[in-house]
């Protein structure tokens, strides 16, 4: 078993900051990837942010400048740091990791989401 945990969500004005963080844990042999989508209301899932284990990071055009990903590999944890947050930045933030668990099996795993809500 393996299990994605986000924590950080939280309601914050309109150019204010907040920082979500995904942990990985379980059966884990390693961690390929992680990444984060989100889903508004009435909008249909888009990608946001992804970075492999050797810490190259990738941004969705809409977050790029504004938010900054780390990880920490020997915690198996991922950092979303967001700044400049927009009202049209609310939505629920879902962590994803491409996870090789113990007995060699890989495959992708999608945590709870956590709010996120910009208030203008």
């Known amino acids: 078993q393996v299990q994605l945990v986000e924590s950080g969500g939280g309601l914050v004005q309109a150019g204010g900051s907040l920082r979500l963080s995904c942990a990985a844990s379980g059966s884990i042999f390693s961690v390929n990837s992680m990444a984060w989508y989100r889903q508004a209301p009435g909008k249909q899932r888009e990608w946001v942010a992804t970075?492999?284990?050797?810490?190259?990071?990738n941004y969705a055009d809409s977050v790029k400048g504004r938010f900054t990903l780390s990880r920490d590999n020997a915690k198996n944890t991922v950092n979303l740091q967001m700044n400049s947050l927009k009202p049209e930045d609310t939505a629920v933030y879902f962590c994803t990791a491409v996870v090789v668990n113990t007995a060699r099996s890989t495959a992708n795993y999608w945590g709870q989401g956590t709010q996120v809500t910009v208030s203008s």
């Open positions: 970075i492999i284990s050797g810490g190259t990071t």
